[in-house]
């Protein structure tokens, strides 16, 4: 993983500002800036606040636990599982840019004191040994050439009997995907390995696995519904808009056409660690 190249995809100037901004658009100016209420505009992976929720059912997550999550862009789902689950969240995220449009926003919702924002790398995370209960990573080892040590990491963070939860784009059997994407502006960033790796990988780490789901399907049905509404030209500015700008519509079209032409698989996974 190239760490400058993957921060300059990402990074820009006045992300928390937009947010805010596309909230009042949207909303309304005394719109209430809460996570529910962010969530079209802080949620940026696929489906979004609907993938979030699935991976709080996974994680089955209870009251003061402690949660990583591990690239963690603005912090919309953090703030989601801080606000609903009453857990403390600490996200660690390689971009400067997002790691501070994270922290404004927390401030924002009033949830600074239960989301903590680090910056740094998910090969080497910032974190103790066994300090998490569950973690949780979404649409981020794409970026991640070193798959083995991203899982050791989470393994090491982890207390015994931790759980971890993932959603990922795999590798499909028809090439590479069509650049640029949301996570790649060129191959040069995007890492897709086969979902027989990735859970080869996972067990290699020390994880035992309890879910481990293909939902290309449910995915392809989600952009199915946003192709419609771009051609209708009613499609509501979302998370990729705020964050890419003028890219945006040209990644979101390339995912599409990617995952319709069996060029990358939408993988759910739940491993724990033993203990």
Known sequence: MNTAVVAEHYGSAGIAERVLAALREAKGPDAPVTPEHLAPFDHFHGRGVVAT???????????????????????????????????????????????????????????????????????????PDGGFDAAYSQNVIMNIA??????????????????LALSNLCAGPNGEPYFPVPWATTRTSSFLSPPDEMRADLLAAGFEIAEFCDITRETREAQRRTRERIDKGDMPKIAVDILMGERARDMQWNSIRTIEDGRAIAIEALVRKPG
């Open 53 to 127: 929720q699935e991976i709080a059912g996974q994680l089955a997550l209870q009251s003061g636990e402690r949660v990583l999550d591990i690239g963690s862009g603005i912090g919309g789902p953090a703030r989601w599982f801080a606000g609903k689950y009453d857990v403390h969240v600490t996200g660690v995220d390689l971009t400067p840019e997002f790691c501070a449009a994270a922290e404004a926003l927390n401030a924002a919702t009033g949830l600074a004191g239960r989301v903590t924002i680090l910056n740094g790398s998910a090969l080497a995370l910032p974190v």
């Open 146 to 163: 070193d798959k083995k040590q991203f899982y050791r990491e989470a393994f090491r963070a982890l207390r015994p009997g931790g759980r």
